[in-house]
C-alpha cells in the first residue's frame, strides 16, 4: 500500500526539495503540507492545509499520516526576537512530534543543525539541542534528527553572510577529508533525499551528521 507523508517546511529550500523528492517517489499517494501560505505548486498528491503553525493541535484530524518531515526553521535576521525564535525552531517541532505520537504516526523526521547540544552556552545550539531531547522524549519508534552542515542551493531572500560562505566552503569542500567531512558545504537535494531514505530505510542512529547525510543523499 502506497503512503501519506505530512511536510511541515515545504515553502523553504530544503523543504522543497524533499517535496519534489516525495512527489516522484512512488511509494507516496499524499504529501500532506502544513503551513501559512502555498507552495503554489500543482500536483494530484498535493494536499494543503493553510492553519496557524502555533496551533497545530487545531489540525489534528487532519494530521494523519506515515511519516511526518519537519523542515522549519527560522534566522536571527527574519526572527530578531528570541521568544519568538524559540516558539518557530523549538516550539513547532516539538508539537508535531506530539501530535505525531497522539496520532500514532510512527516516523518522524526532523531538521536540526550541526553543533545542536542542550548544554550549550551558544543560543541556537542550546535551542536546536533541547528541541531534539523533547522530539525524542516523545517515544516515536522511527525518529531522526538530521544535522547538517551549511547548506547550499540558491534561496529567494538575501543572505550577504551566508552567501560569502558558501563560496569560501566551495573552495575548502576538497580539503575536508577524514573527521573534516562533516563540515563540508551540503546540497539541499542531498538532504532531502537522505530523509527519505531514512523513513524508508532501518537506520541505527537517531543522529544523523551532514557527512552521513551526503552519502546517503548521494
Known amino acids: 500500500?502506497?503512503?501519506?507523508?505530512?511536510?511541515?517546511g515545504a515553502t523553504g529550500l530544503t523543504g522543497g526539495y524533499l517535496l519534489d523528492t516525495l512527489l516522484n517517489d512512488d511509494r507516496y499517494a499524499t504529501v500532506k503540507l502544513f503551513s501559512r501560505s502555498s507552495v503554489k505548486k500543482k500536483h494530484p498528491k498535493i494536499k494543503e492545509y493553510f492553519i496557524d503553525m502555533f496551533d497545530l493541535q487545531s489540525a489534528k484530524s487532519d494530521f494523519m499520516a506515515d511519516e511526518v518531515f519537519c523542515c522549519i526553521g527560522t534566522t536571527a535576521k527574519k526572527t530578531p526576537d528570541k521568544e519568538l525564535y524559540k516558539q518557530i525552531d523549538y516550539g513547532i517541532p516539538v508539537n508535531a512530534a506530539r501530535l505525531a505520537k497522539e496520532n500514532g504516526i510512527s516516523t518522524f523526521i526532523v531538521m536540526s543543525s550541526m553543533g545542536a547540544n542542550s548544554r550549550s552556552t551558544v543560543f541556537y545550539n542550546r535551542l536546536k539541542g533541547t528541541m531534539e531531547d523533547d522530539v525524542r522524549a516523545t517515544g516515536i519508534a522511527n525518529t531522526y534528527m538530521v544535522r547538517p552542515s551549511l547548506i547550499g542551493g540558491e534561496r529567494n531572500e538575501s543572505r550577504p553572510g551566508e552567501y560569502f560562505g558558501k563560496q569560501l566552503f566551495k573552495i575548502l569542500n576538497p580539503l575536508m577529508i577524514g573527521s573534516l567531512k562533516k563540515y563540508r558545504l551540503i546540497h539541499p537535494s542531498k538532504i532531502a533525499k537522505a530523509m527519505v531514505r531514512l523513513a524508508n530505510?532501518?537506520?541505527?542512529?537517531?543522529?544523523?551528521?551532514?557527512?552521513v547525510l551526503q552519502k546517503l543523499g548521494a
Open 201 to 211: 530505510d532501518q537506520f541505527d542512529s537517531t543522529i544523523v551528521e551532514s557527512d
Open 1 to 8: 500500500m502506497k503512503k501519506t507523508a505530512i511536510v511541515i
